[in-house]
């Protein structure tokens, strides 16, 4: 079972991920995030470029689709999202959210470490609420929580600890419920 905190938060993950707003998650709203990519990044349609951040972005969405487990599956509900967060990353065995936070940190260093040194900076992070639409004022406080030794740049290690507490802690205090910014305003079904 999840908690009413935990629920709280997968749902506004959900809301981010559904980015077309139309109740569920399917390919489209991954390749919706691409094209904002490519906006923020100044490449063009038609181009290789182009082709190679939507596949990426959509890639990600196979890989989310492969691990709900459900291959006929071609849209996730937020019921379906919440019943798979609980049973596999939440609640599950270690080693299916071993492998599942493995898997979104690197699609986040692999889209966002624009420069590829290995860290997140502040830019490269606002590119990632850009991206998603998430709330842009809320990125500042976010950066400032996931950057445990405050050296200015976002680590694998911190990105790690910050997406497990995202998705597991039950702590209202716990600095990686602010991930993808403000949970707090998101109510429990
Ligand atoms: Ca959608
Ligand atoms: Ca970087
Ligand atoms: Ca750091």
Known sequence: ??????????????????????????????????????????????TKEYKKIISSVTQQWTGLLASIGNNNLESATKEEWLDF????????????YDVYVKNVVEGIFGMFDQNGDNVISFKEYIDLFMAF??????????FVNM?????????????????????RSDDPDAKGNWLFGDWERVMSV
């Open 133 to 142: 639409r998430i709330e842009i004022r809320h990125s500042a406080k976010s």
């Open 85 to 96: 967060a609980d049973r596999y990353i939440v609640n599950g065995e270690k080693k299916d």
């Open 147 to 167: 950057d445990v030794n405050n050296d200015g740049f976002i680590s694998k290690q911190e990105l790690e600890l910050a997406v497990e507490e995202f998705y």
């Open 1 to 46: 079972m999840l908690t009413e905190l935990q629920e709280r938060k997968l749902i506004h993950y959900f809301d981010i991920l559904d980015h077309n707003g139309n109740g569920s998650i399917e390919e489209d709203d991954f390749s919706g995030v691409g094209e904002n990519l490519c906006v923020l990044w100044d490449i063009l349609p038609g």
